[in-house]
């Protein structure tokens, strides 16, 4: 089983400090517009955030909240998804940022098996990953030594693979600002591409 969690942890700093989930993509919020994609890729799905969890209570998803590792940024939200995917029996997790509408439709099927991490154009996309359930281990030893908090690092700790996607436009786009947002607008007018 591929369990998959959201990270929607983010501050969204760069857009006036609005909850990214909830930004509005051509009448539906972002996250709707992930899921739509991601549904039907994995076989249980979960949210990292922190907050009021009542917010996302309409997509029926079980919330995550960072706990005693609040503060370690995306690599707390990892932590809490790798150890809910292990209680629901996941051999896996594949990870991506609420602020990716456009994933490819085959991305989780690309990235197995783990440790894994999407590349678009030569830039790798830390948090578009597979992990296996058992890095948990290794995430908290790492957390535990100190080491900067970097995801990137940790992708290298597990030795994951990249693994390159080819298409004309980012399936990875991260909307952080308002441009990003207008750059999203634009493409949910094109046909969609796998």
């Not at 400090?17 to 979960?46: E, N, Y």
Request: proline share 9%; with cysteine; glycine share 10%.
């Amino acid at each position: 089983m591929i369990a998959a969690l959201i990270l929607a942890g983010g501050k969204g700093t760069r857009m006036g400090g609005a909850d990214k989930a909830f930004l509005d993509l051509s009448g539906q919020p972002l996250i709707a517009h992930l899921l739509a994609r991601l549904v039907p890729q994995a076989d249980k799905i979960a949210i990292s955030a922190n907050g009021d969890v009542t917010r996302f209570g309409t997509f029926k998803l079980p919330v995550l909240p960072d706990g005693t590792l609040a503060g370690f940024g995306p690599l707390a939200g990892l932590a809490a998804g790798l150890e809910w995917a292990y209680a629901q029996g996941a051999e896996s997790l594949v990870t991506m940022p609420v602020d990716t509408p456009f994933i490819p439709l085959d991305l989780v099927a690309r990235l197995t098996p783990g440790p894994s991490v999407a590349v678009y154009q030569g830039r790798q996309h830390h948090l578009v990953a597979h992990w296996p359930v058992s890095a948990r281990f290794a995430l908290r030893h790492f957390l535990a030594t100190g080491a900067p908090y970097k995801v990137r690092d940790f992708l290298g700790v597990c030795a994951a693979r990249q693994v390159h996607f080819a298409a004309p436009a980012d399936p990875f786009l991260n909307i952080n600002t308002p441009d990003d947002l207008e750059i999203a607008e634009s493409r949910c007018l094109q046909p969609p591409s796998v």
